[in-house]
Nanobody
Framework: QVQLVESGGGLVQPGGSLRLSCAAS????????MGWYRQAPGKLRASVAT???????TYTDSVKGRFTISRDNAKNTVSLQMNSLKPEDTAVYYC?????????WGKGTLVTVSS
């Protein structure tokens, strides 16, 4: 009953920036957690950044200082500002939300960092 739609993926050069956005729609009464996960070729999906309804954030060590997660509770959206991108950041990025005790995932958006 909840849909997550990501946008903003694409091809960027190393050192460049990209901003991902995710919009949640459907039967939403409250979103306790939202976040971004990524899955690189041949690897498992892993957490990149999360944010609670109160604004508390977490980041995986490899992106600290480079990525910033934010959310707009009124619009039910979450964004990920990615700066100083590295080839290692290349992956499919998935939006995640916990709504009324249920986990939801977007279909993913591809981010490719290459010269």
């Amino acid at each position: 009953q909840v849909q997550l739609v990501e946008s903003g993926g694409g091809l960027v050069q190393p050192g460049g920036s990209l901003r991902l956005s995710c919009a949640a729609s459907g039967s939403i009464f409250s979103i306790y957690f939202m976040g971004w996960y990524r899955q690189a070729p041949g690897k498992l999906r892993a957490s990149v950044a999360t944010i609670t309804s109160g604004g508390s954030t977490t980041y995986t060590d490899s992106v600290k200082g480079r990525f910033t997660i934010s959310r707009d509770n009124a619009k039910n959206t979450v964004s990920l500002q990615m700066n100083s991108l590295k080839p290692e950041d290349t992956a499919v990025y998935y939006c995640y939300a916990r709504v009324s005790g249920i986990n939801y995932w977007g279909k993913g958006t591809l981010v490719t960092v290459s010269s």
